[in-house]
């Protein structure tokens, strides 16, 4: 595998046509000092019509990356009934939506018959792999890049498979 071909947002912003990210776990860690999730359960939840309140330098990225034309998607295998982590994920999603992601959810059990990675990635254009590596408590280790064309078809075949069965977020009930 090659390391560090480029860094994330260099990857991010140099795309010319698509990026997917495949997403198999159902917890992530959370930074001490990010208290959305502390405040989610405690009944907070955004306001999807204060985009001033929940507008992130993240989705200042995607925006830009979109409006180039470039297609950004984004699938998400999660158990049923969902985590916590899945609930508190689902219910800001519709900010990276509106950014310009396109947003599908799969649950677990319908992806039993699919061959995938053992790891969460990014897939860039199709050619540059992004493997996100956690431990067993959802926290980020390291990251993988390569540029080896069959890890490449591997994810894309994985991504597309997930894709065609998830479903669309707006349709998608915790």
């Known amino acids: 595998m090659t390391q560090s071909l480029s860094s994330f947002a260099d990857l991010i912003q140099s795309v010319e046509h698509s990026a997917v990210h ?3 776990r159902d917890l992530y860690a959370i930074a001490d000092e990010d208290d959305g999730f502390a405040a989610w359960k405690r009944g907070h939840r955004l306001d999807p019509d204060d985009r001033q309140s929940w507008w992130r330098p993240w989705l200042d990225l ?5 409006a180039k034309g470039v297609m950004m998607r984004r699938a998400r295998i999660v158990g049923e009934p969902p985590s916590e982590y899945i609930r508190y994920e689902h219910s800001f999603t519709f900010t990276n939506v509106a950014a310009g992601e396109e947003i599908r959810w799969l649950p677990r059990r319908q992806a039993s018959d699919l061959a995938l990675p053992g790891n969460d990635f990014w897939l860039f254009d199709g050619r540059i792999v992004q493997f996100n590596v956690f431990d067993g408590d959802g926290r980020w280790v390291h990251t993988d890049q ?6 490449a078809r591997l994810c894309s075949t994985a991504f597309d498979a997930v894709w065609e069965r998830a479903i669309p977020h707006d349709k998608y009930v915790i």
Do not use: F
């Not at 995607?62 to 979109?66: A, G």
């Not at 390569?146 to 890890?151: M, N, R, Y």
């Open 62 to 66: 995607v925006q830009e990356v979109t």
């Open 146 to 151: 390569t540029d080896e064309p069959a890890l």
């Open 22 to 24: 495949l997403e198999m």
